[in-house]
Every structure is written in structure tokens, then in C-alpha cells.
């Protein structure tokens, strides 16, 4: 099933970039690639992607984190220090996170184990 959503965000991923780029082609709008903080869409997309396909996860946790903090700075809608103050405590506290709670999250519910004879 997750794959298949993967499948569809992808499919709908192209379809609009393609309408986006016909409609920049036709002078329907203006299109600029190249935004501020365009290179973090390389950190938030798979990570994004990893979340639909895979579940939530530490990795993808921290990409998407660090991929939207970092864009936020590029485009001025957060200081570059308050990045630079707050990154190693988030990092921290998503690490301890995941130590504390990986268990709860990989029970094996339903698994019924049967002893030897």
C-alpha cells in the first residue's frame, strides 16, 4: 500500500512540474527554480518520501527536520542563530526519543510463541 502511495506522489510530483513548466514556456506564469534555499528541497522531499514509503524514522525525522530549519533561515523567516542554537539540543532530544521509545514501537503484537517439546 505504501508503495503505491509513493508511486502516486511521484507521478503527482511530475505532472505538475510539467504543467509548471508549460505554463512558464506559455508566459502563464512565472517560475523561478532557483529560490532561496532551493538546494533544501534535496533534504525535505526524501525525507518526506521515506515517511509515505518506510513510516516515520529517526533518519527521515531528522532530514525533514533539519531540511525545513534550514530552509526557514534561507528564506528569513528564522535567524541563522537560533539554527545554530537550537540544532544540537533538537538532535539530542530526538536521539533520546528514540532510545526511550524504540521498544514501544516494535512490540510483537499477535506473535504467539510456542515452546519446544
Not at 34 to 39: C, I, K, N, P
Not at 41 to 49: D, K, N, R, T
Not at 56 to 63: D, L, S, V, W
Request: aromatic share 10%; hydrophobic share 60%.
Amino acid at each position: 500500500m505504501r508503495k503505491r502511495i509513493s508511486s502516486v506522489l511521484w507521478g503527482l510530483l511530475f505532472i505538475a512540474a510539467g504543467v509548471g513548466i508549460v505554463g512558464h514556456m506559455a508566459g502563464a506564469w512565472e517560475i523561478n527554480l532557483l529560490f532561496a534555499g532551493w538546494w533544501t528541497l534535496f533534504l525535505i522531499v526524501p525525507a518526506l518520501l521515506g515517511m509515505v514509503e518506510h513510516g516515520i524514522r529517526i533518519g527521515n525525522t531528522i532530514g525533514l527536520v533539519l531540511g525545513v530549519a534550514l530552509l526557514s533561515c534561507c528564506r528569513g523567516w528564522l535567524p541563522w542563530e537560533v539554527l545554530y542554537r537550537m540544532l544540537v539540543p533538537t538532535v539530542m532530544i530526538l536521539i533520546g526519543g528514540v532510545m526511550v521509545f524504540k521498544n514501544l514501537f516494535h512490540l510483537n503484537l499477535g506473535r504467539v510463541k510456542v515452546p519446544n517439546e
